[in-house]
């Protein structure tokens, strides 16, 4: 028979909440000296510097939780924010955690969003140190900073790329935003007609990448071992075109990128064609992939070709050629940022 208690948050208080989540909260980094349960934490970079950044997550803007299971929801919120770390070829090492929270939610619903969250720093070797909750009117809000540690001035930015440099790309792109679509789609159907439900036992691809991300912490490291140091690197959040003329931007460059050599799965791309749509505007302006894009000097070429998880697409001009896009049938156009807008 399936439980159905359901825990009032009022009746824990706020600090009540918060020790009852993190008291089997693990510290996995030698540097995190004080952790949850203080005024604030205390960590210890070994001389090493350190790279923060943070993301916000809104119920409604970012996710929906009609599709969106709370575990899944821990665990990507953590993920998206590792990513930026590794795009700057740094390790992530500690994160906190923000909640605003509406009266929907039970604390069983929170263990189970903190089941993922403790997922992700498992599977990421990060430590939750600390964070706040508050009663949210607008529903589930969710902000997490990570933090993590580069030997010093060894990390990456977005400004480096060089004329002649090669653009890369890992995995695939267009999969998130075509598993969304997908979700999208079963919703409607089932609003109209609750009798019908989903069936995505075919999709566990598409929708698995929209649901539950990875970082490419495996390709930071195999560059680190193959001592291949990329001139400029972003992740690919907002869709491959925001992205790359992001780094033309910052590195006051241009590009040249083939349609053609852009990586799409075979799921993404019978999707697509089901939806009708390009498979080259869902990979260029989808978004949420969280591959790593990236340029390196043409010199790497010969070890980046012996990873096949890595696809040179491009490369860098100079700023007055401008960025731009060749099509499969040769045709050149202007390379346009369509991907998503936060306002």
């Not at 491959?240 to 992001?246: N, R």
Request: glycine share 8%; with cysteine; proline share 3%.
């Amino acid at each position: 028979m399936q439980d159905t208690t359901r825990t009032e948050i009022d009746s824990l208080g706020e600090f009540g909440l918060i020790e009852h989540l993190t008291k089997n909260n693990e510290t996995r980094q030698a540097g995190t000296i004080l952790s949850v349960g203080d005024d604030a934490a205390v960590i210890d970079q070994f001389g090493r510097q350190c790279v923060v950044t943070n993301d916000l997550l809104i119920e409604g803007i970012h996710f929906d939780l009609m599709y969106t299971p709370l575990k899944h929801l821990g665990y990507k919120s953590v993920v998206v924010n590792l990513s930026d770390i590794y795009a700057m070829m740094a390790t992530p090492t500690q994160i906190t955690l923000a909640l605003g929270l509406s009266n929907k939610f039970s604390v069983e619903a929170l263990e189970e969003f903190y089941e993922g969250v403790y997922a992700a720093c498992e599977r990421y070797n990060v430590d939750l140190i600390g964070g706040d909750t508050s009663s949210s009117k607008v529903g589930f809000i969710i902000s997490v900073t990570a933090i993590g540690e580069v030997a010093p001035d060894k990390y990456v930015t977005r400004s480096g790329a060089k004329v002649n440099d090669l653009i890369c790309v890992s995995g695939n792109l267009g999969a998130a935003y075509l598993g969304l679509q997908l979700l999208e789609r079963e919703k409607r159907i089932f609003l109209e007609n609750p009798k019908v439900q989903p069936d995505l036992q075919q999709q566990k691809y598409l929708v698995g990448r929209i649901l539950k991300p990875e970082p490419r912490a495996d390709i930071v490291e195999w560059l680190q071992e193959q001592g291949i140091v990329p001139t400029s690197m972003i992740d690919v959040s907002d869709g491959l075109s925001s992205e790359l003329l992001h780094i033309c931007n910052s590195s006051s460059v241009g590009c040249v990128l083939h349609e053609d050599k852009i990586p799409v799965h075979d799921d993404t791309r019978a999707m697509a064609m089901e939806f009708q749509m390009g498979v080259a505007a869902c990979a260029l302006s989808g978004g949420e992939d969280y591959e790593l894009l990236f340029t390196i000097n043409q010199d790497d070429y010969g070890k980046i070709s012996r990873n096949k998880d890595i696809t040179v697409i491009g490369y860098v001009t100079e700023q007055q050629e401008g960025a731009h896009l060749m099509t499969k049938g040769g045709a050149k156009h202007k390379l346009t940022a369509q991907g998503w807008k936060a306002f």
